[in-house]
T-cell receptor, first 113, second 116 residues
Framework: GNSVTQMEGPVTLSEEAFLTINCTYT??????LFWYVQYPGEGLQLLLK?????DKGSNKGFEATYRKETTSFHLEKGSVQVSDSAVYFC????????????FGAGTRLAVHP | ETGVTQTPRHLVMGMTNKKSLKCEQH?????MYWYKQSAKKPLELMFV???????ENNSVPSRFSPECPNSSHLFLHLHTLQPEDSALYLC???????????????FGPGTRLTVT
């Protein structure tokens, strides 16, 4: 079946540290990949996406590259801020029909000053 | 503010109660979704409505009953729930083109449900 696996959190970093959150997927076809972010007390917001192999999604200093050979979509940021503290979800969906997202379990990031 | 609102934000109910969760989207989208978010588990898709027609029921127990009277409103009617149903219930919407290109889903802030 189709699934998404994320590294377990929490991830605790100091401000300005480098961030990597690992995400790998299992899929029967060629999905589109997403990172969503959930700030405390809010719903999920789309952070970035990539729809085909070797695409790089980027937004707010975050980046992720769609790697078909390793079935991965790792999230990176060069210098995190306290305001980046949130839960990050990796997700996939397939073209065709409605948009049925399959999510990973989420990774909590805590950034300290 | 994403354009998707949910009420109430918090709800405590007994196992014999009947309550409803409401979701409204102000984005002109044609698809709406209910998700369940439990601690340490992936988000679970519960129901999908596309053009007001239910297109997905992800093996959800019948004590959860969705209703979509129009493309802007979505309800989740709850009755005789169990304590394990305590979770954050998220509503989302998207504009589906029919060509299959996956578009962004916009989420509401959720309703935190506690079943006692």
């Amino acid at each position: 079946g189709n699934s998404v696996t994320q590294m377990e959190g929490p991830v605790t970093l100091s401000e300005e540290a480098f961030l990597t959150i690992n995400c790998t997927y299992t899929a029967t076809g060629y999905p589109s990949l997403f990172w969503y972010v959930q700030y405390p007390g809010e719903g999920l917001q789309l952070l970035l996406k990539a729809t085909k192999a070797d695409d790089k999604g980027s937004n707010k200093g975050f980046e992720a590259t769609y790697r078909k050979e390793t079935t991965s979509f790792h999230l990176e940021k060069g210098s995190v801020q306290v305001s980046d503290s949130a839960v990050y979800f990796c997700a996939l969906t397939f073209s065709g029909g409605y948009n049925k997202l399959i999510f990973g379990a989420g990774t909590r990031l805590a950034v300290h000053p | 503010e994403t354009g998707v609102t949910q009420t109430p934000r918090h709800l405590v109910m007994g196992m014999t109660n009947k309550k409803s969760l409401k979701c409204e989207q102000h984005l002109g989208h044609n698809a709406m979704y209910w998700y369940k978010q439990s601690a340490k588990k992936p988000l679970e898709l519960m129901f999908v409505y596309n053009f007001k027609e239910q297109t997905e029921n992800n093996s959800v127990p019948s004590r959860f009953s969705p209703e979509c009277p129009n493309s802007s409103h979505l309800f989740l009617h709850l009755h005789t729930l169990q304590p394990e149903d305590s979770a954050l219930y998220l509503c989302a919407s998207s504009q589906e083109s029919g060509t299959g290109t996956p578009y962004e889903q916009y989420f509401g802030p959720g309703t935190r449900l506690t079943v006692t």
